[in-house]
């Protein structure tokens, strides 16, 4: 177990062989028991490794254990490098899903019992602990021993808690006096009905009064003669309608509260008048105006306010196809940083046209240095045998023999115009641009049929040998590494030509991306790099750059000749090419590259040594005239360190260690007056001057008594 003061490490899963197989047995475990397996439980962001925490859980003592123990959830929890806010949310957590998929499994596999069924198991909460001795007498009596016993389905209580108060102690309300004391509980006290049952004259003048609606007088009567059979109320055959005072004839039983009571006072709701032609008809003989006044319109959005406009991407997309050259400027200059910062999220399939107005932005640089404006036709209906034309659609086939035949401008490379180089700069970007969109797999496949951008490698790549155009020339090879792993090339095709004639180069940049590109045409498609038609002296070239000192050149010629020599035919053009012997006793030399000498030590015979003896060599008298001159415990020490040497598989009886030392020091010592140590002091310090050394008690096989020895001594054969 790691100290409590390092950090754990973050909780992950290792999906090793091991992990496969206890999550292969977990599941038909579960599987077999009718439950629900969670193999990735999740708590907090972290979703748990079944195996670290079964192992760790056992280690800590198991499930119960570590229940039983206060915090060790928590502690579990930070062991296993579990990290969350709240401690107390994921320590339960982390219970919980060891509750539910491991603590079955724990009590087959580890504790060798049968676990409680799965309805007091899984079934229920994770809490408390004692799952080994759970059965569903002992489980269900304590849920239930909670309940009360008057508590019953129809009851409506099912079990729900109720607040219990404490007895209230007199002493303690007497020392909270002047403390805010609690209100005690309002009780309404039933008063049954004693009187007798209402007589049938009594109902039957009761329904009279109420079925005869009388005249005014007559209900004034009524009135009169009710209020005259006041005193009649208290009577037993008075009647039982509703009242504001109940006065029940027999008041022993009744509470002085209730008799006391008084209903509290209802005010009357404050009510406002409205006018109306009843009650206010000068109000609705005023003169009212013919229409009613229309509310102000509202103000027109001024232009520029209420849209914030696109996003930056869709922002820049149009600023580049809008030809304006600050809208450009501003859109290649964000371009580059998107690219280079979100090249994973920036992709071309999601904004069409960026890749068309990029191209054709970099086109723009064959009329700085040629008298030609490329242009770039969709319509397969259109003849685009003109020079200056470039086929959207299939690819020009002819753009070597069409570059060839340009006439070039004579642009001064050293001297430039402000505007030719802020023309150039943005040319630049765009390049840029592209190259770090297809360094993602997705881009780059997307572009690997997209044939003007293999026209405009071709186009950047036969642009006149000046300094200015160097970084776009390794921008335009930088992308066709990355599209070739996509792309069928046969030896017609200009890219690939284009890329051979560059293994002629003297620049150690072009001819290192060149060789990578060539090398790895088709690598993610099934189709077969032929690598036709290569000429005999790019072949012998690349055979003398194997003999540089420079190992990154080096891995790309053995990659391309690897590729090259997997066709046959080309096998033959590379014997005819240059002479091999000198090649293989090369290839074979760099078996040995980067190779470093290492001296391995390797064991003929173990060692073996003698078996240990009990027999302690004698002391020797000019040895012993200096042992006497020590002190107890250094005495003994000494004498260890003279007579044992430190062996790991080697013990001594502490009788025979004992006996040896008294044999040699009780004569001495008596001459010169002084007292010898006691066993149990030799003992403790006999074991005490080497590391690994201690008194062990051992009984060995067939030996029915047993020895006390000294662990990790072998008596020298002589001091």
């Not at 040629?370 to 036709?377: E, G, L, M, P």
């Not at 490698?457 to 921008?475: A, F, G, V």
């Not at 004569?667 to 001057?689: C, E, Y």
Request: net charge negative; proline share 8%; charged share 25%.
């Amino acid at each position: 177990m790691e100290p409590a003061d390092q950090e754990a490490p973050l909780h992950t899963i290792d999906r090793t062989p091991e992990y496969e197989e206890f999550m292969n047995r977990l599941r038909e475990y579960h599987a077999k028991r009718g439950t629900t397996l969670d193999p990735e439980p999740k708590v907090g962001t972290m979703h748990l490794d079944l195996l670290k925490v079964f192992n760790h859980i056992v280690a800590s003592g198991g499930y119960d254990k570590v229940s039983e123990e206060k915090l060790a959830w928590r502690r579990m929890a930070s062991e296993l490098g579990i990290v969350s806010t709240n401690e107390a949310s994921t320590a339960f957590a982390l219970k919980e899903k060891f509750y539910k998929n491991l603590a079955a499994y724990e009590i087959s596999t580890i504790h060798n019992k049968e676990p409680p069924p799965k309805d007091i198991l899984e079934d229920v909460t994770a809490k408390g602990a004692s799952l080994l001795t759970r059965t569903r007498e002992n489980f269900r009596g304590k849920r239930e021993s909670n309940v009360g016993a008057g508590d019953s389905n129809a009851s409506g209580d099912d079990g729900t808690p109720v607040r219990e108060r404490p007895p209230v102690d007199p002493a303690a309300s007497a020392r909270a006096s002047r403390g805010l004391r609690e209100a005690p509980p309002q009780r309404v006290i039933f008063q049954p009905d004693t009187g007798p049952s209402r007589t049938r004259a009594a109902s039957a003048q009761h329904n009279m009064n109420n079925s005869n609606p009388a005249t005014p007088q007559h209900g004034a009567s009524q009135n009169h003669q009710h209020s005259g059979m006041a005193p009649v109320s208290q009577h037993p055959h008075g009647g039982r309608g509703p009242s504001l005072m109940h006065h029940p004839p027999n008041t022993e039983n009744t509470s002085h509260m209730v008799l006391s009571y008084q209903p509290r006072h209802v005010k009357p709701l404050q009510l406002r008048g409205v006018a109306t032609p009843s009650n206010a008809p000068n109000e609705f003989q005023k003169p009212r105006p013919s229409h009613r006044q229309v509310p102000d319109p509202r103000q027109a959005m001024l232009p520029g306010t209420g849209f914030d406009g696109p996003n930056i991407y869709t922002r820049c997309l149009n600023a580049l196809r809008s030809d304006i050259h600050a809208e450009q400027s501003f859109a290649l200059n964000h371009l580059v940083k998107i690219s280079f910062e979100r090249g994973d999220k920036y992709k071309f399939d999601s904004f069409p046209g960026l890749a068309e107005g990029l191209i054709e932005k970099a086109l723009e640089v064959g009329s700085f240095f040629y008298y030609v404006k490329w242009t770039i036709s969709w319509d397969s209906h259109i003849d685009s045998t003109e020079p200056e034309v470039l086929d959207g659609n299939n690819g020009t086939q002819d753009i070597l023999e069409r570059i060839d035949n340009l006439i070039e401008k004579d642009v001064p490379d050293v001297l430039q115009t402000e505007k030719f180089s802020d023309d150039l700069v943005l040319i630049n970007e765009a390049v840029l641009t592209i190259r770090n969109m297809v360094n993602l797999p997705e881009n780059a496949y997307h572009m690997s049929d997209f044939y003007p951008l293999h026209d405009l490698i071709c186009i950047l790549m036969r642009l006149p040998q000046h300094d200015s155009l160097t970084e776009m020339k390794h921008l335009a090879l930088d992308i066709a590494e990355q599209l070739t792993p996509f792309m069928t090339v046969s030896s017609e095709d200009p890219l690939y030509k284009i890329l051979l004639a560059q293994m002629t180069s003297d620049d150690r940049g072009v001819i290192l991306t060149a060789l990578r590109a060539l090398g790895r045409i088709s690598m993610n498609l099934e189709a077969t790099n032929k690598l036709q038609n290569v000429p005999q002296d790019v072949l012998q070239r690349i055979a003398h750059w194997l003999l540089l000192n420079d190992d990154e050149l080096m891995d790309a010629c053995l990659d391309f000749l690897y590729q090259y020599t997997a066709v046959v035919p080309n096998v033959d053009n590379l014997i005819r090419s240059m002479p091999l012997q000198n090649l293989v006793e090369h290839l074979v030399r760099l078996l040995s590259h980067g190779a470093r000498k290492v001296q391995k030590e390797v064991v003929l015979v173990p060692e073996q040594r003698l078996p240990s003896r009990d027999d302690i060599a004698p002391i020797p008298e000019d040895l012993l005239q200096e042992m006497l001159k020590l002190e107890e415990p250094d005495r003994v020490h000494r004498w260890v360190q003279c007579f044992f040497e430190e062996d790991g598989g080697s013990f001594v009886t502490q009788l025979a260690a004992w006996q040896a030392y008294q044999t040699a020091f009780v004569g001495p010592l008596k001459a010169i007056g002084q007292p010898l140590i006691t066993p149990a002091d030799f003992i403790r310090n006999s074991t005490s001057v080497y590391k690994d050394s201690n008194a062990q008690i051992l009984r060995e096989p067939g030996d029915p008594q047993q020895k006390f020895i000294i662990h990790g001594l072998r008596a020298r054969p002589r001091p």
